[in-house]
């Protein structure tokens, strides 16, 4: 089983409002990614955790906060975004450690900031 | 940090074609490159893959070639079908990252 899910599937929120996003796996994977998606793009990545610790974060605005609540669950918690926020935020996992490269992908949240 | 080119940006055949698509990469140290398959309105999901310890590998339909000393690996679809239609991604690992540099996509189109 290569299954990521992501709730919501769709997310419609204003500029001042608070949200989150989730993101499970049940693969045993200790790496989760957090990417961003516009249209005609390919995924640009936002955050990294390892082993439940954040070790990339691709300089992104504090308006987005991620957060990993245990080995199997990554959160982005949104808070004040801009209309250019409105993307596909994807989630990925992959198994940590050498030769464990393959990374599984999400269905992804469709966000708009209206 | 690592580049990654890909060519065609949009591929165009009819069904039981062959499709191509290639990707060039900068960084000699990257060893490992994966391609990902994206319909619409779903997330990238992971079709094959390859090490650089590796000249090619197939499963199926679909073969990936790697020439490490050209720095340049090619997706390979046979016989394509409608199915096959969708945007597709190559990528690179980063060198001591566990993280990828994408090529910006082909979108191929099969049609009946």
Known sequence: DTEVTQTPKHLVMGMTNKKSLKCEQHMGHRAMYWYKQKAKKPPELMFVYSYEKLSINESVPSRFSPECPNSSLLNLHLHALQPEDSALYLCASSQEGLQHYEQYFGPGTRLTVT | ?112
């Open chain 2, 1 to 112: 940090g690592e580049n990654v080119e890909q060519h065609p940006s949009t591929l165009s055949v009819q069904e039981g074609d062959s499709a191509v698509i290639k990707c060039t990469y900068s960084d000699s140290a990257s060893n490992y490159f994966p391609w990902y398959k994206q319909e619409l309105g779903k997330g990238p999901q992971l079709i094959i893959d390859i090490r650089s310890n590796v000249g090619e590998k197939k499963d199926q339909r679909i073969a990936v070639t790697l020439n490490k000393t050209a720095k340049h690996f090619s997706l390979h679809i046979t016989e394509t079908q409608p199915e096959d239609s969708a945007v597709y991604f190559c990528a690179a690992l980063n060198s001591g990252y566990s993280t990828l540099t994408f090529g910006k996509g082909t979108m191929l189109l099969v049609s009946p």
